[in-house]
């Protein structure tokens, strides 16, 4: 098996890109497994709009779809469901939690400068994970002229793998989503939102 052939400047090197080859396409596989994994979501704040590319690694529903009719309890403890919630209006439910500074941010931000450009006929929810409780301090205040409604967190994490916030999400009075967006960064696309704020002009 020595024939000059083998030995050739141009077999080893085509031998040698063959075995590169494989070893990226190899790592490429492996590191697809690692990455498509269940696992819990990346802390780093990341702001996504409807039309990027949602695989259901933040929420499972989309622009189109039917808005999950679940079941929550309002600020008194009367329970009640998203369906009696929307009640025929457009909608915008800021999905937030006690332990995401952004969420403070945005609702800081929204009750200042995106409150304002809401649509008369739109109403704010403000969503919360868990069960009624006395906010922090920090959130003092800021649940003031929204509407509250707390849902069952690990429900809806399992259901519709709801587990990163903030999350903005915009029903139409028919109860399909319309908007989508994860994270904040003092920015709401109005294009996209159209439907639930004026112009931003």
């Given amino acids: 098996m020595n024939h000059p052939l083998l030995r050739s400047v141009y077999v080893k090197v085509l031998f040698g890109a063959v075995l ?9 596989l492996v590191g ?5 994994r269940d696992a819990e979501i990346s802390p780093l704040f990341d702001y996504s ?12 529903f989309t ?3 039917l808005f999950p009719l679940e079941d ?22 800021l999905f937030v939690s006690y ?7 945005l609702l800081r931000a929204f009750k200042k400068t995106f409150a304002e450009k809401v649509r ?5 929810v403000v969503c919360l994970r868990g069960d009624r409780g006395q906010p922090p301090p920090e959130f003092e205040g800021l649940f003031e002229g929204f509407e509250l409604a ?30 989508v967006q994860f994270g904040y960064e003092n920015y709401i696309d109005y294009e996209l939102a159209k439907f639930f704020f004026v112009s931003n002009q």
């Fill in 49 to 60: 709009p409807v039309e990027s590319e949602l695989d259901g690694q933040y929420v499972t």
């Fill in 99 to 105: 332990t995401c500074q952004p969420c403070h941010t």
């Fill in 72 to 93: 929550y309890v309002d600020s008194d403890g009367v329970p009640g469901n998203f369906e009696i919630l929307l009640g025929g209006r457009p909608t915008l439910l």
């Fill in 120 to 124: 008369p006929n739109v109403q704010v």
């Fill in 63 to 65: 622009d189109g779809d």
């Fill in 32 to 36: 697809n497994a690692i990455l498509n």
């Fill in 20 to 28: 590169g080859f494989v070893a990226v396409v190899g790592g490429m």
């Fill in 150 to 179: 707390y849902y069952d967190g690990d429900h809806w994490h399992q259901t519709y793998r709801m587990g990163f916030w903030p999350t903005i999400i915009g029903v139409d009075g028919s109860g399909f989503v319309q908007h």
